[in-house]
């Protein structure tokens, strides 16, 4: 369990920081190809950083399941999906 709470934490950051990356990028270069107007990032949200993580966590469970070649490791894609789902109805209520 403990893995699961470092890898989600991994992914929250190392995935916002790759899409504030790679919008700062394309706007050195003349485009951006996104911004978040309320955001102090501009390029990234924090309200983003949820779905970073529950992503590469259902890649982690995906491959997972693969290299075991069970479908057990699945149960949790449908957690994190459950999680994604709760938290971006939030953000729709809130906003």
């Given at each position: 369990?403990?893995?699961?709470?470092?890898?989600?934490?991994?992914?929250?950051?190392?995935?916002?920081?790759?899409?504030?990356?790679?919008?700062?990028?394309?706007?050195?270069?003349?485009?951006?190809?996104?911004?978040?107007?309320?955001?102090?990032?501009?390029?990234?949200?924090?309200?983003?950083?949820?779905?970073?993580?529950?992503?590469?966590l259902i890649c982690v469970f995906i491959?997972?399941?693969?290299?075991?070649?069970?479908?057990?490791?699945?149960?949790?894609?449908?957690?994190?999906?459950?999680?994604?789902?709760?938290?971006?109805?939030?953000?729709?209520?809130v906003r």
């Open positions: 369990m403990k893995i699961y709470v470092f890898l989600y934490l991994l992914f929250c950051l190392v995935g916002a920081g790759l899409e504030w990356c790679y919008g700062a990028f394309w706007d050195l270069v003349g485009v951006a190809p996104w911004t978040y107007p309320g955001s102090p990032l501009h390029y990234t949200s924090l309200e983003m950083l949820p779905l970073w993580g529950a992503g590469g491959y997972r399941s693969a290299t075991q070649r069970s479908a057990k490791p699945l149960a949790g894609v449908i957690i994190a999906l459950a999680l994604a789902t709760l938290w971006i109805s939030l953000f729709s209520f």
